[in-house]
């Protein structure tokens, strides 16, 4: 498997290369809309969906004729489109998603991507983007590498963003497991960030916490104001610039600890619980959607600083009750509500910190894994293709497998 590295910088467009970039972000939204009306009439005629090739002919000889001023954006810019949307469809047909979408005009997430023809000047601080030019930028970090793709990126405050993907020409490290390898177990929570097995505690960094009241206050204050008005805007601007603030400073609290846990806590083996843990946790508050997000960032990054530093990660299964039970009877604890911070076995009279044994409970769930049945130790598998696309597979796969077999706390397959 080939490295390759995301290095993301803010741009700093002018006002006509702003336009231009709101325009460009326009034509895909259209292109997509309108290819995902061809493709669902072929979905609902023939139950598939068009082939990219498909789709990037019906650009060129349908829709660009039909709105010239789709040459606005680079053509490779609207290929990607349709490669978005094959991915989409594909991701559809294994079920890992929902039916593709509709964009709207007023959604959260506005970006397109252009392959290949754009350059990193780290000399003069800028940017090459294809249809929009020499953007100037903060090159904080000199990247390494052929530049891949680049994907630009509209916040709802403003601020624009270019991804830049870089490959670098390594390859991953094979991960070399010792005869006994060791094991961390990791329990991630709301309060704190994260608890590990060999007693290291990760915290949510402070401020976080004033700018989410901050931002509390002023979703209050939004409410009085008149939909619409000048102050209205003006808050609503305020708003959305602390959604990416607290947004910052938690991917980069999250990028330190998975650093961390990944080079600094000599572990071969990490384990964490699977991304759908927790039905007590399940409510429709906007501190779950958030946990929700952060979770998925910090897997996300587990699996590909494991990848590059030859290490493995392993996911344990969503009914693994990992917090209720005693880590040294393994007595279960079925009264164990969010509350509980702390419990004391009646069995073996341990006195439990709840995340500290969840995170003991997970290494001694990698250990079991490791094992088998004969207690020797197998040989670690890596994802040879996509890492984090092998294990959403297998895991929706033992997720599948739980379902028909009624549910019966076994474990997820080595990740
Ligand atoms: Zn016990």
Known sequence: MIMQKAYRYRLYPTDEQRQQVTRIIGCCRFVWNRLLEYSSKSYRRRGESHSTFDLNNFIAHTLKPAFPWLSDAPAQTLQCVSAD?????????????AYPRFKRKHGLKKSFRIPQRGKVDADDNRIYVQGVGWVDAVIHRKPEGKLKNITVTVN??????????????????????????????????????????????????????????????????????????????KLKHEIAALHEKIASIRKDA??????????????????IEDLNVSGMM?????????????????????EYKCLWHGKMLIAADRFFASSRTCHICSWHNDGLTLRDREWVCPEC?????????????????????????????????????????????RSMASVNEEKNRGCSPEASRLA
Not at 85 to 97: C, E, N, Q, T
Not at 213 to 222: C, T
Not at 295 to 302: A, D, G, K, S, T
Request: aromatic share 6%.
């Open 349 to 393: 009279n341990t006195r439990h910190d709840r995340d500290r044994n969840a995170a003991l409970n997970l290494e001694s769930f990698g250990l079991m894994v490791l094992a088998g049945d004969a207690g020797e130790v197998k040989p670690p598998e890596m994802p040879t293709v996509d890492g984090r696309a092998a294990m959403h597979l």
């Open 85 to 97: 949307l094959g991915a989409a469809f594909k991701a559809f047909f294994r079920k890992d998603a």
């Open 282 to 302: 399940r409510n429709h508050k906007l501190s779950k959607r958030i946990q929700d997000a952060s979770f998925h960032e910090i897997r996300r990054q587990l």
């Open 156 to 233: 709802p405050s403003g601020t624009v963003y270019a991804s830049c993907l870089f490959d670098d020409g390594s390859e991953a490290p094979v991960p070399k497991m010792p005869e006994s390898p060791r094991v961390l177990g990791v329990d991630l929570n709301l309060g704190r960030l994260a608890v590990c097995s060999d007693g290291t505690d990760y915290e949510n960094p402070r401020t976080l916490r004033q700018h989410e009241r901050r931002l509390k206050h002023l979703q209050r204050m939004l409410s009085k104001k008149k939909k619409g008005s000048e102050n209205w805007k």
């Open 254 to 271: 999250i990028h330190k600890m998975t650093k961390s846990i990944v080079c600094d806590s000599q572990a071969d083996i990490i384990v």
